[in-house]
Nanobody, 131 residues
Framework: QVHLVESGGGLVQSGGSLRLSCAASGLVSAHYAIAWFRQAPGKKREGVSCISTTDQTTNLIASVKGRFSISKTADKNTVHLQMNNLKPEDTGVYYC????????????????????????WGQGTLVTVGT
């Protein structure tokens, strides 16, 4: 059984940095990608970034390009989301997710309400960016 655990959230001032981690266990070869989503208070959950576990493919939504980066450890069991120059609009609960045969592409990050179709989610980690 796949299990995801996020960590690294916290309170930071605007312009600050945080590094989120997603520790995965139970991944099998069919888990092709891991994605980060976030949900701000009163808003819908949105895709932020994803990374392939089989090649070097990564993807970021436009609003975080140039500020966020995603990486994985050599054993592919941990994915990091480095967040720099944080803004108040980055505030929210950040979740990592995966699903068998998931592809890291623009479609994944634009799932919108269809995010519920992804099989495995972590419990989330809260990021709060003050002004």
């Amino acid at each position: 059984q796949v299990h995801l655990v996020e960590s690294g959230g916290g309170l930071v001032q605007s312009g600050g940095s945080l590094r989120l981690s997603c520790a995965a266990s139970g991944l099998v070869s069919a888990h092709y990608a891991i994605a980060w989503f976030r949900q701000a208070p009163g808003k819908k959950r949105e895709g932020v970034s994803c990374i392939s576990t089989t090649d070097q493919t990564t993807n970021l939504i436009a609003s975080v390009k140039g500020r966020f980066s995603i990486s994985k450890t050599a054993d592919k069991n941990t994915v990091h989301l480095q967040m720099n120059n944080l803004k108040p609009e980055d505030t929210g609960v950040y979740y990592c997710a995966t699903h068998p045969y998931l592809i890291c592409d623009d479609y994944l990050l634009s799932l919108g309400e269809r995010y519920t179709s992804l099989q495995t989610w972590g419990q989330g980690t809260l990021v709060t960016v003050g002004t």
